[in-house]
């Protein structure tokens, strides 16, 4: 099991910027480096919606359309943490903002089901106001 803990979200004006982070730890013996990571969201009376997700390297990224040119995700993985840079922020992008963890690799047919993550974090508020 890896533990996940989202920090970084908060109330910002539309066009606003706020930097994500996920810093996770593992008690199964599986190292953050050898995990895919993703962001997902959801919003009051809505279902939970991919949002980006990257692989273990780094080197395959992939975003939801809403999010891509605004967002960007990225790792470190000597600090086990993953991020998320949200850039021109909208009242849309208003939801509880989730990471999670995927042991494997991340393929376009599945990176964007939840069912594809096994440990998610407990979520943080992000809210753009107009």
């Known amino acids: 099991q890896v533990q996940l803990v989202e920090s970084g979200g908060g109330l910002v004006q539309a066009g606003g910027s706020l930097r994500l982070s996920c810093a996770a730890s593992?008690?199964?013996?599986?190292?953050?480096?050898?995990?895919?990571m993703g962001w997902f969201r959801q919003a009051p009376g809505k279902e939970r919606e991919f949002v980006a997700a990257?692989?273990?390297?780094?080197?395959?990224?992939y975003y939801a359309d809403s999010v891509k040119g605004r967002f960007t995700i990225s790792r470190d993985n000597a600090k086990n943490t993953v991020y998320l840079q949200m850039n021109s922020l909208k009242p849309e992008d208003t939801a509880v903002y989730y990471c999670?963890?995927?042991?494997?690799?991340?393929?376009?047919?599945?990176?964007?089901?939840?069912?594809?993550?096994?440990?998610w974090g407990q979520g943080t508020q992000v809210t753009v106001s107009s």
């Open positions: 999670a963890v995927r042991t494997g690799t991340i393929i376009a047919s599945i990176v964007r089901a939840t069912a594809s993550y096994s440990d």
């Open positions: 593992a008690s199964s013996g599986r190292t953050f480096s050898s995990t895919a």
């Open positions: 990257i692989n273990r390297g780094g080197g395959t990224i």
